[in-house]
């Protein structure tokens, strides 16, 4: 991944984390819990009650993401991680404004979600 202050698309092998992510949280697994994903870390309790919270006053229950929201999900370099922005879908929107905030480290690598939000 690079490390400029450039935004660049989502690489793809972390698409498949992602998509992971979301059917959890489309199956009302917000702290990731049972889903248990591989290089992904578990969510507290207050973060996954205020996804839980952004997702339903957005009005339109989220949905598996669909393959057009990676033209518009991007990540950037913030100092010693890479900081992730996933569009996200609803059942009336492939790709919404509701977007996915999340960091990533390398060696080893580790995914962990900060919140789910309409920037």
């Not at 919270?53 to 339109?60: F, M, R």
């Not at 390398?106 to 789910?116: E, G, I, K, N, Y």
């Amino acid at each position: 991944m690079a490390q400029d202050e450039q935004e660049h698309p989502i690489p793809e092998e972390l698409r498949g984390v992602f998509v992971q992510i979301v059917d959890a949280f489309v199956a009302g697994d917000y702290s990731l819990r049972a889903a248990g994903i591989a290089d992904v870390d578990l969510i507290d309790a207050d973060t996954a009650e205020s996804i839980e919270k952004c997702i339903a006053a957005y009005g339109d229950p989220l949905a598996p993401l669909d393959p057009a929201v990676w033209e518009r999900s991007c990540y950037g370099c913030s100092g010693d991680h890479w900081e992730m922005l996933v569009d996200l879908t609803t059942q009336h929107e492939p790709v919404s404004d509701l977007t996915l905030h999340a960091d990533v480290r390398r060696d080893p690598l580790r995914v962990a979600v900060r919140s789910v939000h309409v920037p």
